[in-house]
């Protein structure tokens, strides 16, 4: 799997839009971006994921770049209850065989402030 | 419904002493994963099942971990002679089956050996 790069923390205001980048150069064209977010004292929760195209799904949008080597969470009103450290994930997905599992990485912690 | 379900929630042991941790799964989710995740740190995969089949356990740090998953459903994670360094938050996660890669995690088990 590719690995991800993310900035370790991000504050934004509550109500506003939270733009949370990863950069994946190395990604491969069978890669499949993925988004997870863990909440404090919770486990991990799938946001959203895609291949090539823009997504969207009534928690967030995920833009990925023409060349795919980045990528952008959007939250597009974030709330105080969106505090948590956001994991950007790429990897082989739908493959023949057995499911694989995730790596993760640091990820970002989002802080939104009221 | 039900999501993925872990217990006990808490768990303090003495240095030496045996563990063992359970997961209870989605119902019908043939795929079941074990992260172990240090404070600070994103999870880190154990372990895999794919009904009652450990498929990969190539992520147990030592001998004294040890995972079962006999009926396919209900997996428990056993760790034998605890140490300082096992103490960590231990997730299960469970995903349709192979080809549906999103992973529903449980809540975590947070072990503190003493």
């Known amino acids: 799997d590719a690995k991800t790069t993310q900035p370790p923390s991000m504050d934004c205001a509550e109500g506003r839009a939270a733009n949370l980048p990863c950069n994946h150069s190395?990604?491969?064209?069978?890669?499949?971006v993925y988004w997870y977010r863990q909440i404090h004292s919770q486990g991990p929760q799938y946001i959203i994921h895609?291949?090539?195209n823009n997504e969207t799904n009534e928690m967030a949008s995920l833009i990925i770049t023409e060349d795919r080597k980045s990528s952008t969470l959007i939250l597009p009103h974030a709330t105080l209850r969106d505090t948590a450290v956001y994991y950007c994930i790429v990897r082989v997905s739908f493959s023949s065989g057995s499911a694989r599992q995730l790596t993760f990485g640091s990820g970002t912690q989002l802080t939104v402030l009221p | 419904g039900a999501g993925v379900s872990q217990s006990p929630r808490y768990k303090v042991a003495k240095r030496g002493q045996d563990v063992a941790l359970r997961c209870d799964p989605i119902s019908g989710h043939v795929s079941l994963f074990w992260y172990q995740q240090a404070l600070g740190q994103g999870p880190e995969f154990l372990t895999y099942?794919?009904?009652?089949?450990?498929?990969?356990k190539s992520g147990l740090p030592s001998d004294r971990f040890f995972a079962e998953r006999p009926e396919g459903s209900v997996s428990t994670l056993k760790i034998q002679r605890t140490q300082q360094e096992d103490s960590a938050v231990y997730l299960c996660?469970?995903?349709?089956?192979?080809?549906?890669?999103?992973?529903?995690f449980g809540p975590g088990t947070r072990l503190l050996v003493l």
């Open positions: 190395t990604i491969s064209g069978n890669e499949y």
């Open positions: 099942f794919q009904n009652e089949a450990q498929l990969d």
């Open positions: 996660a469970s995903s349709l089956d192979g080809v549906q890669e999103t992973q529903y």
């Open positions: 895609g291949l090539k």
